[in-house]
C-alpha cells in the first residue's frame, strides 16, 4: 500500500496557532469508556477503538477523548519549537504522514459538553474536518427514552434497560440508579443514572464502562484543545455539519484544498514516489444518518 503524504507549509508571519478552551465548571466523577466501531462496513471485522472520558456534575458534563488532547499538547510543542528555529518569515514543514499527526487523524476528537439547566442545550465541537473547526447547539429533549424494568448485572452493576431510536439508529443502553446522573456517554442524556452499556441494533457502535472514579475538590473540566486550527471555531447547525462532513468525505482532498484557499497555507498531496494522488472518497460508517 502506498504511504500517503500531507505537506503543509505555514508562513510564519501570518498564522496563528490558537488555544480553545472553555472552562464548565467542577466536576465530581470520571467515567472511563471503551469506545468500539466499525468504521467501514465493507470490512465488519475491523474494529477502531478509543478509550473516551465522561466527566461529570450535578449540572453539566463534557465528553472526549483524552489520547487526543495528549496528542494534541505534543503537536503544540513540535510546532512552536520549529516557529522558534526558523528565521522570523521563512516557512515551516510539518510532515502529516509522521506516526504522531497520523495518530491524530485517526482519533475521535470531538468534545460534547452538556449544560443542565443553565442553558438546557449540548454544545458539540470538531476538529475531525482538516482546516476547520466546527461547533454547534442542539437542545433538549433529543431523545425519546423508552424504559424497560428488565434487568441486568453489568461490570458489577445492577442495570436496567432502555431503548431509542436516534438519527437513523435503534439504540440498546444499560444504565444503573447506584449512579444517578442524567448524562451519559456520548451524546446521550436524559436516563435516571449512569450507562454502563450503550450499543446501536447493528453492533457498529458499542460503549463500554470501564471505571468510575472521583475527581479532586479543584477539578475543573474543559472543553480543552491545545493546538488548533489557524481561526476560531466555526458556529454552525447540525444539519450544515453534516453537509460539511459529506462533502468531505466524497472529495477529501478537494475539500482540504479548499479550507486552505486564501490562507498563507500550501498543500502537497504526493504519495512517497512523488507522484499526485488522485481523487478518492473515504469509506465512512456515521454514527447519525442524518
Given at each position: ?182 448524562f451519559g456517554v456520548w451524546k446521550f442524556y436524559g436516563l435516571p443514572g449512569l450507562i454502563v452499556l450503550a450499543k446501536d441494533s447493528k453492533n457498529h457502535f458499542i460503549f463500554e464502562l470501564l471505571g468510575l472514579k472521583r475527581l479532586p475538590t479543584d477539578y475543573e473540566m474543559t ?68
Open positions: 500500500m502506498k504511504k500517503i503524504f500531507l505537506l503543509l507549509v505555514c508562513n510564519l508571519l501570518s498564522v496563528e496557532f490558537l488555544t480553545a478552551q472553555t472552562k464548565l465548571g467542577k466536576g465530581e466523577f470520571r467515567a472511563v469508556y471503551l469506545a468500539k466501531k466499525v468504521a467501514d462496513t465493507t470490512k465488519p471485522a475491523y474494529i477502531t477503538t478509543d478509550t473516551m472520558f465522561l466527566e461529570f456534575s450535578k449540572t453539566r458534563s463534557v465528553y472526549y477523548n483524552p489520547t487526543y488532547r495528549a496528542l494534541d499538547s505534543i503537536a503544540l510543542s513540535r510546532t512552536q519549537k520549529a516557529m522558534k528555529a526558523s528565521q522570523s518569515g521563512a516557512p515551516i514543514k510539518l510532515n502529516f504522514s509522521d506516526n504522531l499527526l497520523s495518530n491524530m487523524r485517526n482519533k475521535n476528537s470531538n468534545v460534547i459538553a452538556h449544560c443542565y439547566p443553565t442553558n438546557q442545550k449540548l454544545t458539540f465541537y470538531t476538529h475531525n474536518l482538516p482546516g476547520k473547526a466546527f461547533t454547534y447547539e442542539e437542545e433538549y429533549p433529543l431523545f425519546q427514552w423508552q424504559m424497560s424494568d428488565e434487568t441486568q448485572t453489568i461490570k458489577g452493576y445492577l442495570c436496567k434497560k432502555a431503548t431509542t431510536t436516534f438519527r437513523g439508529r435503534t439504540w440498546e443502553v444499560w444504565y444503573t440508579l447506584d449512579i444517578p446522573t442524567p472543553t480543552h484543545y491545545d493546538y488548533g486550527e489557524p481561526r476560531n471555531f466555526i458556529k454552525i447547525t447540525h444539519k450544515q455539519y453534516m453537509q460539511e462532513l459529506k462533502k468531505y468525505l466524497e472529495d477529501p482532498m478537494g475539500y482540504i484544498s479548499q479550507a486552505m484557499m486564501n490562507t498563507p497555507v500550501q498543500i502537497e498531496m504526493k504519495d512517497k514516489e512523488g507522484r499526485p494522488i488522485p481523487k478518492r472518497k473515504i469509506t465512512y460508517n456515521p454514527i447519525e444518518y442524518e
